[in-house]
């Protein structure tokens, strides 16, 4: 079958698809379903009209009440379409199409069609099972059949990721990998890259795309460009993901975290890249409302209540930020509980949130970790000193400054710190000593300078 696509569509029929487009819009789904399939039947080729309704069908399934004693019948309507299909392949494909506009999820009818729809036949049938690995294999094959090796590398991922026995899938995805390299290796063999590109201005785009920073005009038109593609395939995760990415450059971190959301929600959360994306932008987008409340507050001289206010928002916004730090690293534990690195990133936002007693045996455990033991043991310090516990706050101190041969960064952190910890033992002479430490490498940290510079004025020294 030769695929159609909108602009081979005629006057009338483009017309037709955006009343449906509109209607689909205004969740006017009966009447999107009847315009759609009146295009399909005169321009059954339109697969992106047919992705678009199968969509629209299962959206007004999901949003329907559910019927009980609802018993299907699509058995032996099926069979019937199947049977049409030998004799006649459009009208076949018409009475399949009307099976599916009440039971979208209907196996037997997704697959009865022309090969063409089998992709999408095939993630229809997945959202209700993710993990359907026979599925999954059956759409690799598709994507072997059409060529399509990138797609089918990732199905055999996938399929590997949810049974890493499956050998079969192992040995399909290596091969299927090995071919796609061999088809992507045909681009060096091209004059430029646009040579490959037989529409200029699609080469113009994707040169744009590949730019490592977009601003302004070309910024809002690859938004434009991309939200497009996204209209006709809803279910492509590349396209949710670009317009993330580009929200995200745009700065408008409620869209990108929509559009992060959305694309995750397509790979049914199995992304956890995608899953920390969405966390990370969530903090980010609460940090700037802290950030404005600050200015506020600290250039804020006007009405005393209104200030009252800002503070008060200002303090929940915090403990948002908290919260949402502390409940991420908790499920990234959940998702791998041996990584130590995570501990240390739960120990530490605890600390920072002030659960001080609740971030000791994350951070206990953390100093397992070689790349996290130096901080893990500042901030056990910090909490052994906020719990008034100081004796043990000067032993983990002192441990993690003599693993420091420099007086880099990080032994500055902790030597000040150990500093803080000997002021509260009432111990003058060994905080100050810690002070000169630093104040001998870097005169600008902090408040050194002032502690050692005001003990010789004092004459203490």
């Not at 920390?276 to 006007?302: C, N």
């Not at 002479?429 to 940290?445: F, N, P, R, T, V």
Request: hydrophobic share 40%; with cysteine; aromatic share 6%.
């Amino acid at each position: 079958m030769a695929v159609k696509t909108e602009k081979e569509l005629s006057e009338d029929q483009r017309a037709h698809w955006l009343k449906a487009v509109a209607a689909i819009e205004l969740r006017n789904f009966g009447y999107a379903i009847s315009l759609l399939q009146g295009i399909l039947k005169q321009e059954p080729q339109f697969l992106t009209g047919r992705q678009l309704l199968r969509r629209t069908e299962v959206t007004r399934l999901k949003s329907a009440k559910k019927k009980f004693f609802n018993v299907s019948t699509a058995s032996v309507a099926v069979m019937k379409a199947q049977r049409e299909m030998k004799k006649d392949a459009k009208r076949g494909v018409e009475l399949i199409e009307k099976i599916l506009e009440d039971e979208p999820y209907n196996k037997q009818a997704n697959l009865a069609g022309w090969l063409e729809t089998g992709v999408f036949a095939l993630q229809t049938l997945l959202e209700e099972n993710a993990r359907d690995t026979k599925l999954l294999h059956e759409l690799a094959r598709l994507y072997h059949a059409l060529g399509e090796s990138e797609r089918e590398v990732e199905i055999y991922n996938r399929i590997n990721a949810i049974d890493p026995g499956d050998a079969a899938a192992m040995r399909l995805g290596k091969d299927a990998s090995a071919r796609d390299s061999m088809k992507s290796g045909g681009w060096g063999a091209a004059e430029s890259y646009r040579d490959l590109i037989k529409d200029k201005e699609a080469a113009v785009s994707l040169e744009q795309q590949s730019r490592m920073q977009l601003t302004g005009e070309s910024l809002s038109q690859q938004i434009a460009e991309t939200y497009a593609l996204h209209q006709a395939e809803p279910q492509n995760v590349d396209a949710a993901r670009r317009l993330g990415a580009l929200s995200e450059a745009k700065d408008d971190l409620e869209a990108a975290i929509a559009w992060y959301r959305y694309a995750s929600d397509l790979m049914h959360r199995s992304d956890p890249g995608l899953v920390r994306k969405i966390s990370d932008l969530g903090v980010k987008q609460t940090e700037h409302e802290i950030t404005a409340l600050e200015e506020f507050v600290a250039d804020s001289a006007s009405d005393p209540v209104l200030l009252v206010q800002k503070n008060a928002a200002l303090a929940a916004a915090r403990k948002r930020r908290a919260e949402m730090l502390i409940e991420e690293a908790r499920k990234r534990i959940e998702r791998n509980p041996t990584d130590l690195q995570f501990r240390f990133e739960l120990g530490e936002h605890l600390m920072n949130a002030g659960h001080f007693r609740d971030a000791l045996p994350e951070l206990q455990r953390a100093r397992q970790n070689p790349n996290a033991r130096l901080k893990a043991m500042n901030a056990l310090g910090q909490c052994y000193r906020e719990l008034g516990m100081f004796d043990l706050a000067a032993r983990q101190l002192e441990g993690a400054a003599r693993e420091i041969a420099t007086m880099d960064a990080t032994k500055k952190e902790i030597v000040y710190n150990l500093g803080l910890v000997y002021e509260r033992m009432g111990n003058r002479e060994k905080s100050l000593a810690c002070m000169k430490q630093i104040y001998e490498a870097d005169y600008g940290y902090k408040d050194v300078a002032t502690r050692v510079e005001s003990s010789y004025a004092a004459g203490t020294d």
